[in-house]
């Protein structure tokens, strides 16, 4: 059951309209209305509140039975990634996250920590952590994590004429372009698998 079906079920268990549960929540009835379509997910605050308001523990809104009933590898955690004269370095891991085995097809996999504010409008917070496939090629529109310099940033990539577009999902962070083979400090270094809300 995913986490919109489980919050319209509470809901109408307990006899909440949308505009009722949002206002109780703070929101706007349409970002109640997004949850239930699944369209969005409530931010980690909002899940803690409907917790108290339906009396459930906040695990009820999670699948804890699929990471339970996996088996678990080691992925490390990147603090720090250089990209110089066109090569990358990973430097020690920070720590060593425990991942659910089927969260991992071919290739190699790795964590960052989302920092700032800049992809916010694709629900990525300050403190988040990602879960990324290591590789240096994605596709027009995809989320990936881009090594400039010493500097690990996250952007929406597009390609245009042999560079690289970074684009933010926030209006207050105009576009970065960069030329790979003239900008040598620039790779990309891996795709957006997966998500890991900062609880």
């Not at 803690?48 to 009933?69: R, S």
């Not at 720090?80 to 085995?101: K, M, Q, R, W």
Request: aromatic fraction near 10%.
């Amino acid at each position: 059951m995913s986490v919109g079906t489980k919050i319209k079920t509470l809901r109408k268990e307990h006899k909440y309209t949308q505009e009722s549960l949002a206002k109780k929540l703070g929101v706007a009835p349409t970002a109640v209305s997004a949850w239930e379509r699944d369209a969005n997910k409530p931010l980690m605050d909002k899940i803690m509140m409907m917790a108290d308001i339906f009396n459930v523990p906040f695990t009820h809104f999670f699948d804890v039975e699929e990471y339970n009933n996996s088996e678990e590898v080691h992925i490390p955690l990147y603090g720090n990634v250089s990209c110089g004269e066109g090569l990358v370095i990973y430097e020690t891991p920070s720590e060593y996250i425990a991942t659910p085995e089927e969260w991992l097809k071919s290739g190699d996999y790795f964590y960052v920590r989302a920092c700032g504010d800049s992809m916010t409008g694709a629900r990525i917070f300050d403190g988040d952590i990602l879960f990324m496939r290591k590789q240096d090629e994605v596709e027009n529109g995809e989320i990936a994590a881009v090594c400039i310099e010493d500097e690990i940033v996250l952007k929406r990539i597009f390609r245009s004429n042999g560079n690289f577009i970074l684009q933010s999902e926030n209006q207050k962070y105009p576009p970065r372009i960069f030329n790979p083979n003239t900008d040598r400090n620039i790779r990309i270094i891996g795709r957006l698998e997966k998500l890991i809300v900062n609880f």
